[in-house]
């Protein structure tokens, strides 16, 4: 059997190809850079370091640019999206205005690269709002401009979004925010990589990543090794260690939807409100008499509900009450996001190695946050000097989240007492055509998913990462691991790090 990871989710992005030559790694290599996970961190590294001469390879589970970052809804707003006063509290001034610079700096580069090289992207400086909710305390508008003045960020203070019913409502404008196509984007810079002698390799599971004693990293995948001077690992999440870091985030999947609408139907700016969580809405160009409107929201801890319908209902119902002029509903999906229990990714070397770097927790900014990885992390790879070390460090602690730390790691607590409850369904029997359970077999919990044939797929309930319950996805078609964001196919194939391994297979005994 053959599985897409696209299965019933498709975003408006998905139909661009991304470096599609690229075929499975076949046999042994050797590069300057190995780069595993080839999304906007994976492919921005890949391009900062090819421009500087070096000899990159860039390796994927799955099609080249096909992962979490053609799920995103592509806006490219520099602030934090949990709030800039949230952050000060937990970090402090400077290091929350540097992380508003450094996402500054990455939306330039964007639009310096696209640019240069005359990609087509779509790519357009536009403003920003967030908007005080509707029946909600505009007090949050008041602490969050108090905020975003402190950093010294470009805000202003205004009263009315171009959403029906939102005249009276408090708001902040922020100019100088953008936004693109993401796939169009990352096919330009595929094109400048291969341009430079750069290599992409699709459909290639990496198993394992070793520093050795002479310094150099070794890889190796299903398909051979790559030898290397320093290797990056950008796959959402790590699969370079176990705890280190997977501790200190926590993985949540959020929803998306697009929907036509006329020309001129809506300004084109980006639109985020005050609930949480909170709605997120852009526009997306068209062709001349009509546009796509993406909204979002919708976020739940990954594993933790199995309701996308219900959800999908109610953006579509907030999106209509607000925006009259909605058409029809084109597109609907879902992505999965590392929220860190501090706001900020972890960029730089990973801990306890000298040659492997680590570029995860991308949080709500992802496409930001994966070009300020590029940034950084090419950086520390060529021996130049590094900006925002502090802000990203990922063997960095911070005290102030404590609390969140807690909270976010009482999930794998609760999680592996589920080892102890009933199964979902009595027997394989009861397991309908296309649909998936989690079913007791003596002491062990089955992952069964029966296909619409009526084959049935039993596999063992166990995430392959460090044994965390697994949990069904029925609008993905997979299962996930609510504790670290794992999700495989129903076949059992790892589709998500940090896991790397398939499941076990069990037996099917009725």
Request: aromatic content about 8%.
């Amino acid at each position: 059997m053959t599985f897409d990871f696209d299965r019933r989710s498709k975003s408006l992005w998905m139909d661009v190809a991304v470096a599609p030559e690229a075929s499975p790694l076949s046999g042994d290599r050797s590069c300057d850079t190995v780069i595993i996970g080839a999304g906007i961190a994976g492919i921005s590294t890949a391009y900062e370091l090819a421009t500087q001469g070096q000899k990159v390879i860039v390796i994927d589970r799955g099609r080249i640019a096909g992962g979490i970052t053609a799920r995103t809804t592509a806006h490219l707003a520099p602030l934090c999206d949990d709030l800039t006063s949230e952050m000060i509290k937990l970090r402090g001034d400077d290091i929350s205005r540097a992380f508003y610079e450094s996402h500054a700096a990455a939306i330039d580069r964007i639009e310096e690269i696209q640019k240069k090289h005359g990609i087509a992207c779509d790519f357009r400086r536009l403003d920003g709002f967030l908007f005080q909710a509707l029946d909600t305390d505009p007090k949050i508008i008041d602490e969050e401009f108090d905020a975003v003045c402190k950093i010294g960020a470009p805000v202003h203070r205004i009263v009315g979004v171009a959403f029906e019913h939102c005249d009276a409502q408090h708001a902040l404008k922020y100019p100088q925010q953008a936004t693109f196509h993401p796939l169009k984007y990352l096919r330009g810079l595929a094109e400048e990589i291969v341009g430079r002698q750069g290599q992409f390799y699709a459909g290639t599971a990496v198993s394992e990543i070793a520093e050795n004693e002479d310094g150099t990293v070794t890889v190796k995948s299903d398909g051979g090794l790559v030898t290397a001077r320093a290797a990056v690992v950008a796959t959402n999440s790590p699969i370079s260690n176990l705890f280190t870091l997977h501790t200190k985030m926590a993985p949540y999947r959020s929803y998306a939807m697009a929907f036509e609408i006329r020309a001129g139907g809506l300004p084109d700016a980006l639109y985020c409100d005050t609930l949480d969580p909170y709605h997120y809405v852009r526009l997306q160009p068209g062709d001349q008499q009509k546009n796509y409107v993406i909204v979002g929201g919708g976020d739940h801890k990954s594993g933790e509900a199995d309701d996308a319908g219900l959800r999908f209902g109610a953006l579509d119902a907030w999106a209509r009450n607000l925006i009259p002029a909605l058409g029809e509903e084109t597109h609907r999906w879902s992505g999965q996001v590392l929220e860190t229990i501090d706001y900020a990714a972890f960029i730089g070397r990973n801990p306890g190695n000298d040659n492997i770097y680590v570029h995860t927790g991308d949080s709500g900014p992802g496409i930001t946050h994966g070009v300020v990885g590029s940034l950084l992390n090419s950086a520390l790879i060529l021996g130049k000097k590094a900006r925002w070390t502090d802000v990203y460090e990922p063997g960095r602690k911070t005290p102030m989240a404590a609390g969140n730390f807690l909270k976010e790691n009482l999930t794998a607590v609760k999680n592996f007492a589920e080892y102890l409850a009933p199964g979902e369904l009595k027997s394989f029997d009861e397991l309908k055509p296309g649909t998936g359970a989690i079913i007791r077999q003596g002491v062990s919990k089955c992952a069964a998913y029966r296909d619409k044939s009526g084959e049935l797929l039993v596999r063992s309930a166990a995430c392959t990462h460090i044994g965390c319950h697994l949990n069904w996805n029925s609008f993905e078609t997979c299962w996930d691991c609510p504790c670290h964001g794992s999700q495989f196919a129903v076949d059992g194939t790892a589709l998500n790090a940090p896991a790397v391994a398939s499941l076990d297979l069990m037996e099917d005994k009725h």
